[in-house]
């Protein structure tokens, strides 16, 4: 059962339009959640975060919101440029009870073209 | 060389035989992570080190078999591997798995088992 979930597999946008990347969690005891960026042949690359007691972090084009009561969180990319291109995936994160760590679960991601 | 690294890019390998991917941060982190990106599924945390010491294993088959000799090293040793176990291998450290914190991940070995 998945428990972060990029429902839309891809996404085409206008340059210098605005993108809205959406993920669904369902574990409750999520209480920080990221996104990454990943361009073929790279692994993924950090790009912004929001912990469970924000409900918006902005980081120059990119602000990523987070709706706890829906369980809903979303990267909005404004302006977007060709060099957004990539794929992006929504992690979150939690204390499993084992050993203490810290894990992070993916979606399956969603894969953003701007078309100049 | 900065950030994370893994060797090789690409690897093929038979069934019978027995390989190892290796990892190497230059962050200074205590914590390193085995993810695997199988296709068209999330990427799947596999093992965790933290210190050195083995904090996780999600309940991974032995035919893989990580080893962490020190804080920026990792290995995942590699026999008698099944074609299913194609896929993308990442690796990944953070400061320390027992907060909450942002993980880097290295480019990722491409892995296919004939």
């Known amino acids: 059962d998945q428990q972060v979930k990029q429902n839309s597999p891809s996404l085409s946008v206008q340059e210098g339009r605005i993108s809205i990347l959406n993920c669904d969690y369902t574990n409750s005891m999520f209480d920080y959640f990221l996104w990454y960026k990943k361009y073929p042949a790279e692994g993924p690359t950090f790009l912004i975060s929001i912990s469970s007691i924000k409900d918006k972090n902005e980081d120059g084009r990119f602000t990523v919101f987070l709706n706890k009561s829906a369980k809903h969180l979303s990267l909005h990319i404004v302006p977007s440029q060709p060099g957004d291109s990539a794929v992006y995936f929504c992690?979150?994160?939690?204390?499993?009870?084992?050993?203490?760590?810290?894990?992070?679960?993916f979606g399956k991601g969603t894969k953003l073209s701007v078309i100049p | 060389e900065t950030g994370v690294t893994q060797t090789p890019r690409h690897l093929v390998m038979g069934m019978t035989n027995k390989k190892s991917l290796k990892c190497e941060q230059h962050l200074g982190h205590n914590a390193m992570y085995w993810y695997k990106q199988s296709a068209k599924k999330p990427l799947e945390l596999m093992f965790v080190y933290n210190f050195k010491e083995q904090t996780e294993n999600n309940s991974v088959p032995s035919r893989f078999s990580p080893e962490c000799p020190n804080s920026s090293h990792l290995f995942l040793h590699l026999h008698t591997l099944q074609p299913e176990d194609s896929a993308l291998y990442l690796c990944?450290?953070?400061?320390?798995?027992?907060?909450?914190?942002?993980?880097?991940f290295g480019p990722g070995t491409r892995l296919l088992v004939l």
């Open positions: 990944a450290s953070s400061q320390d798995s027992g907060r909450i914190e942002t993980q880097y």
């Open positions: 992690a979150a994160s939690a204390q499993y009870s084992g050993a203490g760590s810290y894990q992070l679960t």
